[in-house]
């Protein structure tokens, strides 16, 4: 038997060993997040010159008060709001039907599950490319599928329409994050044991049932974490919208981290720049432990 003293030593031992595994990735993780974060912070308490080669005059709060009175901040507030809204939403729920549908025995069922990735496996600007060409108002094959369908009678440029073009923009950055939900939640699905439904349906509980009290609530993790994900990619989304639009037209789809690029690049106004950050990361960290509060709202039968 192992003495009290040596057992001591070797679990001693074990984390110490533990403790030098994770400084290599502490740091890196100081590296690429905390350093900027906190830089981003004290750039926007100054008032920064455009060449950012020293802070500036300390100014405290004054770059946040002048950004949440302009109304330009919440015009795009607004488009943020509707586009992490649409996305969200339609993205989680996409991805719970495409779960659901692959998780069930057919023909090819392997060769669609291995198609699910590609979408997500797509970088968010190559989507965005894609997506102009598609919805583009004279080649763009979107209008071919709508008067095929019957949808429409007339070819419309769907980006140049303030109208059209968020909802256009929503569904582009929906065809990759709806795969990459149906790929996280497929997997929660397939830990659910077979005996918990066909115990159900021997109780008489219909498929919709068996799916209110026994699938969604197995998925409740899996769902919570879908749904934090995809609150963070919406309000920090960029790519998409800026490959799409640009932000146009006018300001129809021009989002926060739109505006955030346009401050500290096109005007360079570094103070304002990084205060709009500030705040964008705010929002996504609320928004994200607002969902998970909502998601873990009572206990699980």
């Not at 997040?33 to 004054?62: M, Q």
């Not at 059209?164 to 996280?184: E, N």
């Not at 349906?201 to 934090?228: C, E, K, M, S, Y």
Request: aromatic share 10%.
């Amino acid at each position: 038997m192992t003495s009290p003293a040596l057992s001591n030593e070797l679990s001693r031992a074990d984390q110490w060993f533990g403790f030098r595994l994770t400084v290599p990735a502490a740091v890196i993780l100081i590296v690429l997040l905390a350093l900027p974060t906190g830089l981003t912070i004290l750039y926007s308490l100054h008032d920064v010159p455009a060449n950012g080669a020293s802070l500036g005059p300390f100014v405290g709060f004054e770059n946040f008060s002048i950004v949440l009175s302009s109304p330009v901040f919440w015009r795009s507030a607004t488009v943020t709001l509707l586009f992490s809204i649409g996305f969200v939403t339609l993205s989680t729920a996409i991805g719970l039907a495409m779960a659901i549908l692959l998780n069930q025995k057919f023909i090819g069922r392997g060769l669609a599950r291995a198609l699910l990735i590609i979408p997500w496996a797509t970088p968010w600007l190559v989507i965005g490319i894609l997506w102009k060409w598609f919805a583009d108002g004279s080649v763009g094959g979107l209008n071919a599928v709508l008067i095929a369908l019957g949808i429409t009678s007339d070819y419309h440029d769907f980006l140049a329409d303030p109208n059209t073009a968020l909802p256009v923009t929503i569904l582009a950055a929906v065809w990759r994050q709806a795969s990459f939900a149906g790929i996280l939640l497929l997997a929660g699905l397939q830990t659910l044991p077979d005996e918990l439904g066909e115990a159900a349906a021997l109780d008489g509980a219909g498929v919709w049932q068996r799916f209110l009290h026994i699938t969604l609530p197995w998925l409740r993790p899996a769902l919570a974490t879908v749904a934090v994900l995809n609150v963070i990619y919406a309000f920090l989304q960029f790519d998409v919208i800026f490959a799409m639009t640009q932000g146009g037209p006018g300001d129809a789809t021009q989002v926060l981290s739109l505006l955030i690029y346009r401050q500290l690049f096109a005007v360079t106004q570094i103070g304002l720049g990084s205060a709009l950050a500030v705040i964008l990361g705010l929002v996504a960290l609320v928004g994200g432990l607002i969902t998970v509060k909502l998601l873990y709202r009572g206990h699980v039968q």
